[in-house]
Nanobody
Framework: QVQLVESGGGLVQPGGSLRLSCAVSGTINSIGAMGWYRQALGNQRELVATISRVGRADYADSAKHSAKGRFTISRDNARNTLYLQMNSLKPEDTAVYYC?????????????WGQGTQVTVSS
């Protein structure tokens, strides 16, 4: 059984920072590309950033509130952990943040989601 568990969310003031973590556990042969998504209340889930196994990062460039220049996605393959460093947070960044990953287990490749962690940006 593969599990993705996010942590690090919380309440932060505008302009503040948070670091999200996503720990992958279970019977794992290999972890491929991973990503962070978010879903604000009443909105569809949207991509924030992805990172390949070798560390190539790509950021969604939404015209509404771009993560580029403010968020940094990274991973520690030795620890099977994905990170999202979020700086200069804005109220519009308020959402549930989910991690996602392509993971090879004993029965092949599957795509997995975490349960989400709430990020609230408010004064």
């Amino acid at each position: 059984q593969v599990q993705l568990v996010e942590s690090g969310g919380g309440l932060v003031q505008p302009g503040g920072s948070l670091r999200l973590s996503c720990a992958v556990s279970g019977t794992i042969n290999s972890i491929g590309a991973m990503g962070w998504y978010r879903q604000a209340l009443g909105n569809q889930r949207e991509l924030v950033a992805t990172i390949s196994r070798v560390g190539r990062a790509d950021y969604a460039d939404s015209a509404k509130h771009s993560a580029k220049g403010r968020f940094t996605i990274s991973r520690d393959n030795a620890r099977n952990t994905l990170y999202l460093q979020m700086n200069s947070l804005k109220p519009e960044d308020t959402a549930v943040y989910y991690c996602n990953g392509d993971i090879w287990g004993p029965y092949g490749k599957n795509n997995y989601w975490g349960q989400g962690t709430q990020v609230t940006v408010s004064s």
